[in-house]
């Protein structure tokens, strides 16, 4: 089993930047992502970025050239620097760990909150 601890929500206004950590229990073993997605009021859950183990990234579309997702390993950690932050952002920013085997395992972090006023 793997919790998922994130910090570094807040509010901030338009323009702003947010950093999101997010630290995960023990070490992720094997092929894995860890990433962060997103969900405002009324609104599904959404991706915001991923990064695979492989080493590649991926982000949505709204969040390109805005976003950085980073991960260190050695702190079975992973980041999200968020600049030029639009009300738009403003959700709740979930901390996501699938892990690839047999089956996927999928782990979530308890939500931060994210607000960016105009």
């Known amino acids: 089993q793997v919790q998922l601890v994130e910090s570094g929500g807040g509010s901030v206004q338009a323009g702003g930047s947010l950093r999101l950590s997010c630290a995960a229990s023990?070490?992720?073993?094997?092929?894995?992502?860890m990433g962060w997605y997103r969900q405002a009021p009324g609104k599904q859950r959404e991706l915001v970025a991923v990064?695979?183990?492989?080493?590649?990234?991926n982000y949505a579309d709204s969040v390109k050239g805005r976003f950085t997702i980073s991960r260190d390993n050695a702190k079975n950690a992973v980041y999200l620097q968020m600049n030029s932050l639009k009300p738009e952002d403003t959700a709740v920013y979930y901390c996501?760990?699938?892990?690839?085997?047999?089956?996927?395992?999928?782990?979530w972090g308890q939500g931060t909150q994210v607000t960016v006023s105009s």
């Open positions: 996501n760990v699938e892990v690839f085997s047999l089956w996927t395992t999928t782990y």
């Open positions: 023990r070490r992720i073993s094997g092929p894995n992502e």
């Open positions: 990064d695979n183990s492989g080493g590649s990234t």
